[in-house]
Protein backbone atom coordinates (compact mmCIF):
# COMPACT_ATOMS: atom_id res chain seq x y z
CA UNK A 1 0.00 0.00 0.00
CA UNK A 2 2.81 2.48 0.63
CA UNK A 3 3.72 2.15 -2.65
CA UNK A 4 0.47 3.16 -4.57
CA UNK A 5 0.70 6.58 -3.20
CA UNK A 6 3.44 8.29 -4.70
CA UNK A 7 1.99 6.63 -7.77
CA UNK A 8 -1.60 8.26 -7.00
CA UNK A 9 -0.21 11.51 -6.26
CA UNK A 10 1.47 11.03 -10.20
CA UNK A 11 -1.52 12.64 -11.64
CA UNK A 12 -2.27 15.49 -9.58
CA UNK A 13 1.55 16.36 -9.80
CA UNK A 14 1.06 16.56 -13.46
CA UNK A 15 -1.87 18.62 -13.45
CA UNK A 16 -0.10 20.87 -11.15
CA UNK A 17 3.06 20.79 -13.17
CA UNK A 18 0.58 21.92 -16.36
CA UNK A 19 -0.85 24.39 -13.57
CA UNK A 20 2.46 26.10 -12.87
CA UNK A 21 3.75 25.95 -16.57
CA UNK A 22 0.14 28.29 -17.22
CA UNK A 23 0.62 30.28 -13.98
CA UNK A 24 4.37 31.18 -15.09
CA UNK A 25 2.71 32.30 -18.86
CA UNK A 26 0.15 34.82 -16.79
CA UNK A 27 2.47 36.04 -14.65
CA UNK A 28 4.62 37.09 -17.75
CA UNK A 29 1.26 38.75 -19.36
CA UNK A 30 1.17 40.89 -15.86
CA UNK A 31 4.84 41.90 -15.88
CA UNK A 32 4.44 43.30 -19.37
CA UNK A 33 1.32 45.03 -18.20
CA UNK A 34 3.25 46.64 -15.48
CA UNK A 35 6.32 47.19 -17.27
CA UNK A 36 4.58 49.27 -19.79
CA UNK A 37 2.90 51.88 -17.13
CA UNK A 38 5.95 51.84 -14.76
CA UNK A 39 9.75 52.31 -14.69
CA UNK A 40 11.61 49.63 -16.83
CA UNK A 41 13.55 46.95 -14.46
CA UNK A 42 15.10 43.86 -14.83
CA UNK A 43 12.94 40.90 -14.19
CA UNK A 44 14.70 38.66 -11.14
CA UNK A 45 14.33 35.66 -14.59
CA UNK A 46 16.16 38.49 -16.63
CA UNK A 47 18.96 38.94 -14.15
CA UNK A 48 19.47 35.42 -13.69
CA UNK A 49 19.12 33.49 -17.38
CA UNK A 50 21.91 37.37 -18.04
CA UNK A 51 24.15 36.15 -15.15
CA UNK A 52 24.24 32.50 -15.45
CA UNK A 53 23.85 31.42 -18.80
CA UNK A 54 26.55 33.57 -20.28
CA UNK A 55 26.15 31.98 -23.55
CA UNK A 56 22.87 33.84 -23.84
CA UNK A 57 24.32 37.17 -23.73
CA UNK A 58 25.53 36.70 -27.70
CA UNK A 59 21.81 35.92 -28.59
CA UNK A 60 19.97 39.06 -30.52
CA UNK A 61 17.78 40.33 -27.45
CA UNK A 62 14.27 38.81 -28.94
CA UNK A 63 16.01 35.19 -28.73
CA UNK A 64 17.36 36.13 -24.99
CA UNK A 65 14.20 36.95 -24.07
CA UNK A 66 12.45 33.71 -25.40
CA UNK A 67 15.26 31.79 -23.39
CA UNK A 68 14.36 33.46 -20.65
CA UNK A 69 10.92 33.66 -20.56
CA UNK A 70 11.35 29.35 -21.26
CA UNK A 71 13.06 29.14 -18.24
CA UNK A 72 10.64 31.47 -15.91
CA UNK A 73 8.09 29.20 -17.36
CA UNK A 74 9.75 26.23 -16.82
CA UNK A 75 10.60 27.12 -12.92
CA UNK A 76 6.94 27.47 -12.65
CA UNK A 77 6.26 24.26 -14.06
CA UNK A 78 8.57 22.63 -11.61
CA UNK A 79 6.89 24.83 -8.87
CA UNK A 80 3.75 23.71 -9.85
CA UNK A 81 4.97 19.44 -9.53
CA UNK A 82 5.85 20.47 -5.91
CA UNK A 83 2.95 21.33 -5.14
CA UNK A 84 1.16 18.45 -6.50
CA UNK A 85 3.47 16.42 -3.74
CA UNK A 86 1.83 18.37 -1.09
CA UNK A 87 -0.68 16.27 0.96
CA UNK A 88 -4.25 16.09 -0.81
CA UNK A 89 -5.60 18.16 2.82
CA UNK A 90 -3.28 20.72 2.18
CA UNK A 91 -3.63 21.21 -1.50
CA UNK A 92 -7.41 21.70 -1.29
CA UNK A 93 -7.23 24.39 1.74
CA UNK A 94 -8.42 27.49 0.06
CA UNK A 95 -5.52 29.22 1.64
CA UNK A 96 -3.06 26.81 0.31
CA UNK A 97 -2.29 28.22 -3.30
CA UNK A 98 -1.89 31.90 -2.55
CA UNK A 99 0.18 31.24 0.81
CA UNK A 100 2.50 28.42 -1.54
CA UNK A 101 3.16 31.95 -4.47
CA UNK A 102 3.88 34.03 -1.89
CA UNK A 103 6.27 31.44 -0.33
CA UNK A 104 7.66 30.73 -3.41
CA UNK A 105 8.10 34.45 -4.11
CA UNK A 106 9.42 34.60 -0.23
CA UNK A 107 11.81 31.64 -0.81
CA UNK A 108 13.52 33.33 -4.17
CA UNK A 109 14.15 36.47 -2.55
CA UNK A 110 15.45 35.33 0.69
CA UNK A 111 17.25 32.01 -0.40
CA UNK A 112 17.68 32.18 -4.20
CA UNK A 113 18.53 35.32 -5.24
CA UNK A 114 21.02 35.98 -2.78
CA UNK A 115 22.80 32.73 -3.61
CA UNK A 116 22.69 33.30 -7.07
CA UNK A 117 23.94 36.91 -6.70
CA UNK A 118 20.64 38.71 -7.75
CA UNK A 119 21.05 41.61 -4.88
CA UNK A 120 19.48 44.13 -6.81
CA UNK A 121 15.60 42.38 -6.28
CA UNK A 122 16.23 44.03 -2.35
CA UNK A 123 16.58 47.87 -3.64
CA UNK A 124 13.08 47.43 -5.85
CA UNK A 125 10.10 50.06 -4.19
CA UNK A 126 7.51 48.72 -2.05
CA UNK A 127 4.66 49.18 -5.06
CA UNK A 128 7.07 46.56 -7.42
CA UNK A 129 7.18 44.12 -4.25
CA UNK A 130 3.53 44.40 -4.01
CA UNK A 131 2.86 43.67 -7.42
CA UNK A 132 5.25 41.05 -7.49
CA UNK A 133 3.72 39.52 -4.15
CA UNK A 134 0.29 39.52 -5.93
CA UNK A 135 1.89 38.12 -9.23
CA UNK A 136 2.89 35.29 -6.92
CA UNK A 137 -0.46 35.18 -5.64
CA UNK A 138 -2.26 34.64 -9.11
CA UNK A 139 0.60 31.85 -9.46
CA UNK A 140 -0.32 29.99 -6.33
CA UNK A 141 -4.08 30.37 -7.34
CA UNK A 142 -3.84 29.44 -10.63
CA UNK A 143 -1.27 26.32 -9.36
CA UNK A 144 -3.84 24.98 -6.71
CA UNK A 145 -6.76 24.68 -9.49
CA UNK A 146 -8.66 27.39 -7.80
CA UNK A 147 -9.91 28.75 -11.30
CA UNK A 148 -10.58 25.44 -12.17
CA UNK A 149 -10.85 23.43 -9.38
CA UNK A 150 -10.04 19.40 -9.97
CA UNK A 151 -12.16 16.22 -8.64
CA UNK A 152 -12.12 16.26 -4.61
CA UNK A 153 -10.34 12.69 -4.83
CA UNK A 154 -6.91 14.43 -6.44
Do not use: N
Amino acid sequence: MGCRKPAARGPAVVRAGARGLVAAMAMTGVRTVTAAVGPHEQSPPAAIVERHVPVVRRLPERYREAVTELAHWAYGAGGGAVFGLLPPGVRRHPAAGPAYGLAVWLGFEAGIAPLLGVHHVHERSLAWRAVVALDHVLYGVVVAGRLAPEHPRA
